[in-house]
């Protein structure tokens, strides 16, 4: 069994900046590939940003590119996300999730555990 916890949420004013925590355990993290999703009000849930178990292949929506940077430290079993430049419009829960030989790290169905989420709100 492995579980996925996120920290690190909160409210924020645009332009301002948060970093996402995602804490794993139950399986050797770095056999994983991790990616960081994001569903807001009436949208559909969409991959913000992921990385494979080594860290060598990143991927990033078009939205975030460039404000947004993921990272992962395999030794303490923990993955991460710095978004800077927030908008209102990434308002949202951010979910972390693993995946376990996954072939598109930007297809939820592609994840095999997910944690609970963290409220992100960015005030205009």
């Known amino acids: 069994q492995v579980q996925l916890v996120e920290s690190g949420g909160g409210l924020v004013q645009a332009g301002g900046s948060l970093r996402l925590s995602c804490a794993v355990s139950g399986r050797t993290f770095s056999s994983y590939a991790m990616g960081w999703f994001r569903q807001a009000p009436g949208k559909e849930r969409e991959c913000v940003a992921a990385?494979?178990?080594?860290?060598?292949?990143?991927y990033y929506a078009d939205s975030v590119e460039g404000r947004f940077t993921i990272s992962r430290d395999n030794a303490k079993n923990t993955l991460y996300l710095l978004m800077n430049s927030l908008k209102p419009e990434d308002t949202a829960v951010y979910y972390c999730a693993a995946s376990f030989e996954g072939g598109d790290m930007a297809q939820s169905s592609e994840y095999d555990y997910w944690g609970q989420g963290t409220q992100v709100t960015v005030s205009s």
């Open positions: 990385i494979d178990w080594n860290g060598v292949y990143t």
